[in-house]
């Protein structure tokens, strides 16, 4: 396939350069942000009244930061330098490579400056606003060009395990997004998803745990398969292997989305079919961490000497103990317990930090000196940072996994007489603060350790003192890219194109055999049981309950478990939520679940409870809105809003729609009239966000009561 | 208890094809990569640690 003559060029490394300065940068910025969302945990006041940096909206940009930003930037880099080395072949385009970088950084900042804003669709992961939605779109497409361009010009005949994890990687996640991320817009910075309630909640899980699957988990098992040989020095201990963990991991995780919704008013049977894979995926992960620790048999000798071991070998430890622990979590009994709780933010955060982070300080440790023909600086800073990384993860797992129990434990007790021994969930929250500090010192550690790493780098960079330049090499150019008589997976190798579609099949099976089916939702609605659509006024109040990112600590599903029906009322129904776009189930409960809150509390109790939770529910750790007290509710916009859902089939009448704004201004009346009556005095009370928040929490619950 | 609890499971079909496209996808794969030569591994495995001094 080769001849003779060998073409000469250069690895595009000044990409690699960039994008790990952008990982670097945005690494502080989302540590710090994770660590301001853990002290205002710990101390409601850390939220300084201020509505920018009030804990749901800083969560968001707190995961956004650490997902797209730093662990974003992280894989691009890793990606960037292996690909190139492994196909034998500069990228295919260096405008690409470029519009590419800077586009990203152009993502990160739009969500840097509107996630604290407020513009949100507070769709876990996918919180950003639709025109950057697009921009993302546009440019994991550039990414997609570049990458596969590459593939194509390569120098190489077969493409090496991590290449398929890349190609995976990027397959996967532009179908994720695009599925996901399908909206009709009703401003500027505001869109509804075409899908609703149950339908939401699914394909944002298919999303959201996939996510993790195809940008936290497939690219760095890429980046292992390739910087774990380069570390050790040594081949990864079983290629065979690694060809059952790419299918087996590729093909299951995908159908494992429904384990964050079980006891849900989801079908039981997508969620049995969630859960059963979940527990397959156990093969294919542990199969995969093997792979990696074992590619040091016979050399463990490094893990004492060599930092840059240390840390490879944390990383795919943690990776094993996250891949144990997920699947152990969607097991429905241990759901039951631990789903909502700090558990879950702990499970998260072993793969984040000991599984993301540490395999990208490795690799960041092992390139910087390469990508700028020096030495490490310093091998003792390097050491220092891993132990002290490594104590954070630990006070941050143990923490986490301490408080999500105890509060599990609390929640579900009932006592002889059938009552909850703790029915005031302040009384739940309040016993796990001090493991809050527990979590914020251990997230500090963490930082300490990511600051010796940037003075490190910092001085490495420094002491290079030659004109860095890209790495010049020589291989034969491939002039047949057809394979022929060779076994079936080396011929496929040699295939980028069919390896690429067969990918795409792989992760299309069980997407479309779990989605399709619930878009039929009439299939699962009792017809006597369908409720009314939102009222203008509520719909506003919604809005500012999605803009405030209140789901980030409340949920509004109520489980099939007899602890939560005692505590919250009636298991939730795939009805209630039938209209609501985009579906406010949650994921944590910081809070109380507020599925049945309406109600339950005169207005007068939610106009205090905003302004100062404390004056109502002693203890509780929530932040004040004054903001809402001073802000108008914009009545102009909500025709547009019920234009638009009537256009996605919640029946409006198009008198209501073009009423809307008069009927807001009506509601908002009684409510403020209400409020006068109990003494409350406030200029324009009427048109206060407030008003129209009240509104909407009054009628959580109550939708289709007699 | 039990039969109420199966009263909620439906589409039985959706997670038995999902479950049987796995099965017949796994062992396929299994016995695949059980047919190919060791020598084409052992070249696979060393392509990392290839040609990338500068």
């Not at chain 1, 600051?451 to 004109?467: P, S």
């Not at chain 1, 207005?603 to 004054?626: A, Q, V």
Request: charged share 15%.
């Amino acid at each position: 396939m080769t001849e003779g003559k060998l073409d000469h060029f250069a690895y595009d490394d000044k990409i690699v350069r960039n994008f790990l300065m952008a990982t670097m940068i945005w690494a502080g910025a989302a540590f710090l942000f994770g660590l301001l969302a853990a002290l205002e945990l710990a101390h409601w006041p850390f939220n300084l009244n201020t509505e920018f940096i009030t804990f749901g909206r800083l969560r968001p940009l707190h995961t956004n930061a650490a997902i797209f930003a730093f662990a974003g930037n992280a894989i691009f880099a890793g990606i960037y330098y292996s690909t190139q080395r492994l196909l034998k072949a500069r990228m295919f385009s260096d405008a690409l490579s470029q519009i590419h970088f800077w586009g990203w950084q152009l993502v990160i900042i739009c969500a840097a400056i509107t996630l604290p804003l407020g513009y949100s669709q507070s769709k876990e992961y996918a919180e950003l606003e639709w025109p950057i939605d697009l921009l993302i779109t546009l440019i994991w497409v550039v990414f997609a060009i570049n990458f596969f361009g590459t593939i194509k010009k390569r120098r190489e005949q077969h493409m090496y395990v991590a290449i398929w994890f890349y190609i995976a990687t990027i397959i996967t996640v532009a179908v994720l997004h695009i599925i996901n991320s399908i909206e009709l817009p009703v401003s500027f910075l505001q869109s509804y998803p075409v899908y609703a309630g149950m339908q939401d909640a699914l394909v944002q899980w298919w999303y959201g745990h996939n996510a993790v699957a195809f940008f936290l988990t497939t690219p760095f098992l890429g980046l292992m398969y390739y910087y774990m040989p380069k570390i050790a020095n040594r081949p990864i201990y079983s290629y065979r292997l690694s060809i059952i963990h790419f299918w087996s991991l590729v093909f299951i995780y995908i159908w494992a989305g429904p384990h964050h919704l079980l006891y849900t008013a989801l079908p039981d049977w997508a969620q049995t079919l969630g859960m059963v894979f979940s527990l397959m995926l156990w093969a294919p992960s542990w199969g995969g961490m093997i792979n990696g620790l074992l590619t040091l048999r016979g050399a463990w000798h490094l893990l004492r000497e060599d930092p840059l071991v240390k840390f490879m070998v944390a990383a795919i430890t943690f990776y094993g103990m996250a891949t144990f622990e997920g699947p152990l979590l969607s097991i429905k009994s241990v759901s039951s317990l631990g789903h909502y709780t700090d558990w879950i933010i702990g499970h998260v955060h072993i793969g984040a930090l000991g599984w993301n982070g540490f395999l990208t300080f490795a690799m960041i440790y092992y390139l910087v000196p390469k990508l700028w023909n020096t030495k490490l600086y310093s091998l003792r800073l390097a050491t220092a940072h891993f132990w002290i990384g490594l104590l954070g993860i630990l006070l941050y797992y143990i923490s986490m996994v301490t408080a999500g129990i105890t509060q599990g434990l609390m929640w579900r007790a009932v006592d002889g007489s059938g009552r909850l021994v703790y029915p005031d969930f302040v009384e739940t929250v309040t016993k796990i603060v001090p493991l809050y500090w527990v979590r914020a010192f251990g997230g500090l550690f963490y930082i300490i350790g990511f600051a010796l790493m940037a003075y490190n780098i910092y001085r490495t960079i420094k002491q290079a003192n030659t004109k860095v330049v890209d790495t010049k090499v020589s291989a034969a150019p491939l002039t047949n890219h057809k394979v022929e008589d060779e076994e079936p997976h080396k011929k496929l190798e040699g295939m980028g194109l069919t390896f690429s579609v067969l990918s795409f099949i792989a992760i299309a099976v069980g997407s479309i055999i779990e989605i399709v089916p619930t878009l039929s939702l009439h299939k699962y609605v009792e017809p006597s049981k369908i409720i009314d659509p939102y009222t203008p006024l509520q719909l506003a109040g919604r809005d500012i309950y999605v803009k405030e990112g209140c789901y980030v600590c409340h949920s509004q599903m109520i489980r099939k478990l007899p602890s939560e029906v005692l505590r919250y009322g009636p298991a939730s129904t795939i009805e209630e939520s039938m209209w609501d776009r985009p579906f406010q189930w949650g994921s944590k409960r910081t809070g109380p679940d507020l599925a049945r809150l309406g109600g339950k509390y005169p207005s007068l109790w939610h106009f205090k409870h905003m302004m100062d939770p404390r004056s109502t529910s002693p203890g509780s750790i929530m932040p004040n809105y004054p903001w809402l007290y001073s802000k108008k509710t914009d009545f102009l916009i909500l025709r547009k809003k019920l234009s638009v859902m009537k256009g996605l089939g919640v029946p409006y009448s198009d008198e209501e729609v073009s009423q809307a704004d008069l009927n807001a201004i009506k509601e908002a009346k009684i409510i403020a009239d209400d409020l006068r009556s109990q003494g409350i005095e406030m200029e324009k009370l009427d048109e206060k966000e407030i008003v129209a928040l009240i509104s909407y929490l009054q009628a959580l619950g109550q939708k289709g009561k007699k | 208890m039990k039969q109420e609890a199966l009263s909620f499971f439906t589409d039985t079909w959706l997670t038995l094809i999902g479950l049987t496209i796995f099965f017949t996808y796994f062992v396929y794969m299994i016995i695949h990569v059980l047919y190919v030569k060791k020598e084409y591994y052992d070249a696979m495995e060393k392509l990392p640690l290839r040609g990338d001094s500068k």
